[in-house]
């Protein structure tokens, strides 16, 4: 056995002291570093035989092959378009999200579609709780091998006799490696096991999926190298009070990070949302003033999203200003410039507004919507239904342009639009004529089109 270290890690950053002190110099953050022994003996956690290691060459950059990386697609449609068209060979993806969003759910419904032998290590769940939920979500997989086991050194014995084709690991956080002595879930913990883990993927060119935990921050818990020696980090997000789920990617070295899924929570699992705006917008039998409808994007993805306000005089005195699924403070700047430039004395009145779904919205390109919405229930005025909106808001009362709107235009006229309304000085290439495009410069034209 080597000689006992002592270091100091930052909980926060990850950064290492070498003796402790009070506020880290790295995040400026106070009382965040801790003391944790390292054992650092020989070891040969996975096949570390130095005669079997390969030694890489310089090349010159035109012999290097220039192919594609090769990819197998998995069942579910919206994990592929986020990962860029499935998963390729030794690629570690690292999945994060809020404790019972469907992480867990999510790569059990993964690993038993996989027509490949799939090896399913957890360590926070027994085999027993993990069959209870694979008989709710799913049919039985043969393929699908289960595994209770928080030792590395463990699970890598079972990876030699298995030889699985793909490993998912739930979750990185609960894994501990006997060569460094500290508890599961420490700074040093999750990086040997990490790195343990990165190095049989890229050996074996096996893909491994790990599910991390996540601060109260929203940040995966652990050092943020983490998050650099992985190929690919994938956030899961939600409300657990709401059934929509949506994944997107915050790291993605073979695609882009724009993309994004959408699920819903049932009771059997997850569902894949194909036609998202199909289901985010409501069916009204009559027509209700407070309502419109926004042509958003989440990612490279088109959406469709109904926007309701409701304005009522001031019962208390002091007006409430209160936004859910978007922010409170942009929506005080929308009313502040519907007060100045267009004349509408709110200051009086109580403000509600809420994006349908349960989603948050931080594309400028709804507030042409919100103030529709806003207009639409302070004169109790309906909306009508086949129209929409895609255009920013300036100070000054200017309606502005946003990216890409023609991808806004073809989504709102798939879904049966007859008209929406830009800003005039947006460009696109090509006319739409199942569709009537109006054109408007400032909010105050906005106000005679609606009012």
């Not at 004349?343 to 390109?365: C, E, Q, S, Y």
């Amino acid at each position: 056995m080597a000689k006992t270290k002592t270091t100091f890690f930052c909980q926060n950053c990850g950064a290492q002291f070498s003796k402790w002190q009070g506020q880290c110099t790295s995040c400026r953050q106070w009382n965040t570093i801790v003391e944790e022994v390292i054992q650092k003996p020989q070891k040969s956690d996975w096949k570390s035989d130095v005669s079997n290691t390969k030694v890489s060459k310089p090349l010159k950059i035109d012999e290097i092959d220039g192919r594609s990386e090769a990819r197998f697609p998995t069942s579910d449609n919206e994990y592929n378009r986020v990962l860029g068209g499935g998963i390729v060979p030794g690629s570690v993806i690292l999945i994060g999200g809020e404790p019972g969003i469907g992480k867990s759910t999510l790569m059990l419904q993964l690993a038993l579609k996989f027509p490949i032998k799939t090896l399913y290590v957890s360590g926070e769940e027994s085999q027993k709780q993990i069959k209870m939920r694979a008989e709710r979500i799913s049919n039985k997989n043969n393929n699908c091998f289960i595994l209770t086991e928080t030792n590395t050194q463990n699970i890598f014995r079972q990876i030699e006799e298995l030889e699985p084709d793909i490993l998912i690991v739930d979750s990185i956080q609960t894994l501990h490696s006997d060569y460094i002595d500290s508890s599961a879930g420490s700074i040093s913990q999750i990086k040997e096991c990490a790195s343990d883990l990165i190095r049989y993927a890229k050996e074996t060119s096996t893909p491994v999926i790990l599910i991390g935990h996540i601060t109260k921050d929203g940040n995966i818990a652990g050092p943020k190298i983490l998050e650099h020696m992985v190929d690919t980090v994938l956030q899961f997000e939600g409300d657990r009070n709401h059934v929509f789920r949506i994944l997107r990617a915050q790291k993605n070295r073979f695609g882009s990070t724009s993309e994004l899924g959408i699920y819903e929570m049932q009771g059997f699992g997850l569902r894949e949302v194909s036609d998202p705006s199909d289901i985010l917008l409501s069916r009204k039998e009559e027509d209700l003033s407070g309502s419109a409808v926004a042509a958003t994007l989440e990612g490279m993805r088109p959406l469709m999203i109904e926007i309701q306000a409701l304005v009522s005089t001031a019962v208390y005195g002091t007006p409430q200003r209160s936004a859910t699924g978007f922010n409170a403070k942009r929506l005080n700047m929308l009313l502040a410039v519907l007060e100045k430039r267009a004349g509408f004395r709110l200051g009086t009145k109580d403000v509600f507004l809420n994006v349908t779904g349960g989603i948050t919205v931080d594309d400028p390109a709804i507030d042409l919507a919100v103030i529709a919405a806003i207009l639409s229930s302070n004169e109790d005025q309906p909306l009508p239904r086949d129209v929409c909106f895609a255009a920013e808001v300036g100070l000054s009362g200017e309606i502005r342009p946003v990216q890409r709107v023609e991808q806004r235009i073809l989504e709102a006229e798939k879904l049966g639009f007859s008209k929406i309304y830009i800003s005039k000085y947006s460009k696109f290439h090509s006319p739409k004529e199942g569709i009537q495009i109006i054109k408007l410069g400032r909010i105050e034209d906005l106000v005679n089109h609606l009012i």
